[in-house]
């Protein structure tokens, strides 16, 4: 089961929905992709694209964050995400905010609002996650997401191909953690390291 690493919400256990068809990032992972980003979190906009158990952004905000968006299309997934809002008493925090849709329905919408992002992080299914990455790429320039700054880290599996020249986002750098890969993307004009 996952738990909150660090922060306000150190060591809740989290929730995690059974079966095959939601596969939560591990506490490795979650610690080396926040261990990485750690002075980018305070004060952060976060987007969270295929939240799952809704972890990623519940950790950005108990290190800090100053709102988490979870975008999660899946019902029983959606459902996880309540009862682990429920667990850390933040049901009705305004700095969490669930949108039960497709992820290019939300980011059209988040266009729609002018929000933007510090820190946009999807976890795709492993075997779709170069399709869904290149597309979200494409969509966060379409409806400018993500800020100059920021960055964009893709979760995916470190046994299969994965082509880093990703639609409008720059290649920043790739961290494998067993049977997961970190890679990070900034903007082009971005030549800043990850840190």
Same mark, same amino acid.
């Given at each position: 089961?996952? #738990?909150?690493?660090? %922060?306000?919400?150190? %060591?809740?256990?989290?929730?995690?929905?059974?079966?095959?068809?939601?596969?939560?990032?591990? +506490?490795?992972?979650?610690?080396?992709?926040?261990?990485?980003?750690?002075? #980018?979190?305070?004060?952060?906009?976060?987007? +969270?694209?295929?939240?799952?158990?809704?972890?990623?952004? /519940?950790?950005?905000?108990?290190?800090?964050?100053?709102? @988490?968006?979870?975008?999660?299309?899946?019902?029983?997934?959606?459902?996880? /995400?309540?009862?682990?809002?429920?667990? =850390?008493?933040?049901?009705?925090?305004?700095?969490?905010?669930?949108? #039960?849709?497709?992820?290019?329905?939300?980011?059209?919408?988040?266009?729609?609002? %002018?929000?933007?992002?510090?820190? =946009?992080?999807?976890?795709?299914?492993?075997? &779709?996650?170069?399709?869904?990455?290149?597309? =979200?790429?494409?969509?966060?320039?379409?409806?400018?997401?993500?800020? &100059? &700054?920021?960055?964009?880290?893709?979760?995916? @599996?470190? +046994?299969?191909?994965?082509?880093?020249?990703? =639609?409008?986002?720059?290649?920043?750098?790739?961290?494998?953690?067993? !049977?997961? *890969? !970190?890679?990070?993307?900034?903007?082009?004009? +971005?030549?800043?390291? *990850?840190?």
């Amino acid at each position: 089961m996952p #738990r909150v690493v660090t %922060g306000e919400f150190r %060591g809740t256990i989290l929730l995690a929905p059974k079966g095959d068809n939601t596969r939560p990032t591990t +506490d490795k992972v979650k610690e080396a992709l926040f261990s990485m980003i750690q002075t #980018r979190v305070p004060g952060a906009k976060v987007l +969270d694209i295929f939240a799952g158990t809704g972890q990623i952004a /519940i950790e950005a905000i108990s290190r800090g964050a100053d709102k @988490a968006v979870m975008v999660e299309r899946a019902g029983q997934a959606c459902g996880i /995400i309540k009862k682990n809002l429920e667990k =850390i008493r933040a049901s009705s925090d305004p700095r969490f905010e669930l949108m #039960r849709m497709t992820f290019n329905q939300a980011l059209s919408k988040l266009g729609e609002r %002018g929000e933007k992002f510090d820190i =946009i992080f999807m976890d795709p299914p492993y075997k &779709d996650a170069q399709n869904y990455c290149e597309q =979200i790429a494409d969509l966060v320039n379409t409806h400018n997401l993500l800020e &100059d &700054d920021g960055i964009l880290i893709c979760e995916h @599996a470190s +046994d299969t191909e994965f082509e880093t020249s990703v =639609i409008n986002l720059q290649f920043n750098r790739s961290c494998s953690y067993g !049977l997961s *890969v !970190l890679t990070f993307f900034c903007k082009e004009n +971005d030549e800043g390291e *990850v840190n």
